[in-house]
């Protein structure tokens, strides 16, 4: 990755490469959590109003999916739907399904898959989410796009801001749960 301008002493990293870096490091960091966990430990709860490792590696990766397809890039499928990843979850198509709103019930009564499923889909959804930002240009983080939480729309620049920090609270839970079910070490 290329770093840009020497402003002052300062290198100012344009918004792409600076939501990539932080992106990439959360990435690395779960990928270090989730190595050595089985599909039994990716399930765990803590407690009945915790989410498992699983289920937050999920989550996160259908943000991202959504965030990409749904948020930027107004009329392209969803890689959940598009590539079939609903049916290998076993759940529906609706494009709105990210876990976001579920009680502590159905958090509990989901069957996670393999975790060969849920890292394919990380995996897939990271290619994707890479390719896609480091192609957008200045102008295409100016282009306003429909935010429900925003007032109405706001500047992809923005957006992608809301991504990365969901995608880092959730990877650093997935660390944090890797360290409580595994012990010190998670991130070495």
Do not use: C
Not at 11 to 29: D, F, H, K, V
Not at 165 to 183: E, F, M, P, R, T
């Amino acid at each position: 990755m290329a770093y840009g301008n020497l402003i002052y002493g300062v290198i100012i990293m344009p918004a792409t490469e600076t939501a990539l870096s932080a992106l990439e490091r959360n990435w690395g960091m779960v990928d270090k959590a989730l190595d050595g966990v089985d599909d039994d430990a990716l399930g765990i709860q803590p407690n009945d109003q915790s989410n498992s490792m699983g289920w937050l590696l999920w989550h996160m990766s259908r943000v991202v999916d959504r965030f990409i397809h749904a948020r930027f890039q107004q009329d392209a499928p969803q890689m959940w739907i598009k590539d079939g990843w609903h049916e290998k979850f076993g759940l529906d198509a609706d494009p709105n399904t990210t876990g976001m709103g579920w009680s502590a019930e159905q958090v509990a009564a989901w069957k996670l898959p393999a975790k060969h499923v849920l890292v394919e889909y990380y995996e897939a959804v990271k290619t994707t989410a890479r390719d896609y930002i480091s192609a957008l240009s200045e102008s295409d983080l100016e282009r306003q796009v429909p935010f429900p939480t925003l007032p109405d729309t706001a500047p992809i620049r923005t957006v992608l801001g809301v991504l990365v920090y969901d995608n880092i609270v959730h990877g650093g839970q997935i660390a944090y749960l890797k360290g409580y079910h595994k012990g010190m070490g998670w991130f070495f």
